[in-house]
T-cell receptor, first 114, second 109 residues
Framework: DTGVSQDPRHKITKRGQNVTFRCDPI?????LYWYRQTLGQGPEFLTY????????KSRLLSDRFSAERPKGSFSTLEIQRTEQGDSAMYLC????????????FGPGTRLTVL | GQNIDQPTEMTATEGAIVQINCTYQ??????LFWYQQHAGEAPTFLSYNVLDGLEEKGRFSSFLSRSKGYSYLLLKELQMKDSASYLCAYMDSNYQLIWGAGTKLIIKP
């Protein structure tokens, strides 16, 4: 399968714990995005990588959130000291760049903070 | 807040035609996207418009008017499997996608 993959698909954690999610983009895509989506809303931009460089980071992203893409391939999103408000679907997308640059989404990681 | 709007929910009949509208306001614009999202799944790309006019792709068509900040997605010959949320998003001057909240389309037999 050459699509975007995310791991884990579901994560249940207790408030205050740290969690880390992984995203493997489509191999030839150099752009990688992280979004958060809650029920009945569109995706909310979190951060964006061009290869290994983190080019944009939403000001909505508190210092508890950090993302890396160390070799310009897979990426990780870590949330420290989770709060109940962090419960959401975390989506990763990759795109090839170019004229259209449509984004291909992974299946998402659903986070539940108890 | 969001400066992109689309109806929250629409209902249509199997076999009919439905038009989902999207309006936006932005100073920098690099195209308008439509995505389909089934419940519990990730969004999947449907269409992209960067120039004014109609783009047709099978049963789905998308229209853009940049001067009016307006787009629509037209779905023909509706099938039950078309029941989903339809998200419009514009790409801003930083090449980031700004998303609407989505329109939940309910298809009735």
């Amino acid at each position: 399968d050459t699509g975007v993959s995310q791991d884990p698909r579901h994560k249940i954690t207790k408030r205050g714990q740290n969690v880390t999610f992984r995203c493997d983009p489509i191999s030839e895509h150099n752009r990688l995005y992280w979004y958060r989506q809650t029920l009945g809303q569109g995706p909310e931009f979190l951060t964006y990588f061009q290869n290994e460089a983190q080019l944009e980071k939403s000001r909505l992203l508190s210092d508890r959130f950090s993302a890396e893409r160390p070799k310009g391939s897979f990426s990780t999103l870590e949330i420290q000291r989770t709060e109940q408000g962090d419960s959401a679907m975390y989506l990763c997308a990759s795109s090839p760049g170019g004229d259209i640059d449509d984004q291909f989404f992974g299946p998402g990681t659903r986070l539940t903070v108890l | 807040g969001q400066n992109i709007d689309q109806p929250t929910e629409m209902t249509a009949t199997e076999g009919a035609i439905v038009q989902i509208n999207c309006t936006y306001q932005t100073s920098g614009f690099n195209g308008l996207f439509w995505y389909q999202q089934h419940a519990g799944e990730a969004p999947t790309f449907l269409s992209y418009n960067v120039l004014d006019g109609l783009e047709e792709k099978g049963r789905f068509s998308s229209f853009l008017s940049r001067s009016k900040g307006y787009s629509y997605l037209l779905l023909k010959e509706l099938q039950m499997k078309d029941s989903a949320s339809y998200l419009c998003a514009y790409m801003d001057s930083n090449y980031q996608l700004i998303w609407g909240a989505g329109t939940k389309l309910i298809i009735k037999p």
